[in-house]
């Protein structure tokens, strides 16, 4: 068995790429280059930084006419609106304007009322139109989503992790330990076994510019000092469900519904586990 680990800057942060398998150091490096290329083209297509990507045509302009959409930018809107129509808004990825107030993004359109919200959003037929000007942010779903479509690309192998800055997905979930840093201690790690194949982090902790938490209900931002996770069946899961989980910790039912749970981790390092799993 050889295995080989990979790192490379990729979507903002560190992604790694573990595979193991009966191959040589060649196969491997094939195969992991597979999955690091499927992470940077879901990134140019969702990136709010890029102002050619996919993303960025549909803040420009989908508020004036429907727009085709990719097979990829589907799949992760479709999952964001049925998760803002099952939260109540709770999860809402029409916060780029919000979060572009707080110089967490850049503000290429230089637009100051993009006052729709995920109901102003149509999803029809492979096309999405804007009821109203939207600023669209899909950082808190496209990161798990890149994850996953990393870890279908090595599916051949025996073994094998895609972590993309905490949002982590694995083959062999059931014996791998996973470690959620510290919310107040950087480079301190506390390691959790693994209970899905899925995890995402999410907290406002280490942040140079404003909150990136934006509370969709009353657009306002969310500083907190501890984190929260979530395992659940996919990143791109589990990555949307962070964000719910940490608005509301009463959720608990919701992520069970889901095949997700929750843990967070206090200023202190303390794990408290979700409602729905005590």
Not at 55 to 80: E, F, G, I, R
Not at 160 to 189: E, F, M, Y
Not at 244 to 271: M, P, T
Request: charged fraction near 20%.
């Amino acid at each position: 068995m050889n295995t080989l680990n990979r790192c490379r800057p990729l979507l903002g942060t560190f992604v790694e790429v573990s595979v193991s398998a009966e191959a040589s150091d060649k196969e491997l490096i094939e195969l992991s280059n597979k999955a690091f290329d499927e992470v940077n083209r879901i990134h140019h297509a969702m990136s709010f930084h890029d102002e050619a990507s996919e993303l960025s045509s549909l803040n420009k302009t989908a508020h004036l006419k429907p727009h085709k959409l990719s097979h990829d930018m589907w799949v992760v809107l479709s999952q964001a609106y049925a998760l803002s129509a099952l939260t109540e808004g709770l999860f809402d990825v029409s916060v780029g304007q919000e979060l572009v107030a707080q110089g967490a993004l850049p503000n290429h359109l230089a637009r100051q009322h993009s006052t729709g919200t995920w109901k102003d959003i149509v999803l029809e037929e492979g096309s999405v139109f804007f009821k109203k000007p939207l600023l669209l942010d899909l950082g808190g779903i496209a990161k798990g989503y890149a994850v996953d479509c990393a870890l279908a690309k090595l599916s051949s192998a025996t073994s094998a992790l895609v972590n993309a800055g905490g949002d982590l997905a694995c083959t062999q979930w059931q014996t791998t330990p996973v470690s959620i840093r510290h919310p107040l201690a950087k480079g301190t790690g506390i390691s959790l076994p693994m209970s899905a194949p899925a995890i995402a982090t999410s907290g406002c902790y280490f942040q140079e510019a404003g909150s990136v938490m934006i509370d969709p209900l009353t657009r306002t931002p969310i500083e907190r000092k501890e984190s929260v996770s979530v395992f659940a069946p996919t990143c791109m899961l589990a990555d949307a469900l962070t964000k719910v989980a940490y608005l509301d910790k009463h959720r608990g039912a919701l992520l069970k519904q889901l095949n997700a749970h929750a843990v967070s981790i206090d200023e202190q390092g303390h794990v408290i586990m979700g409602e729905a799993d005590k």
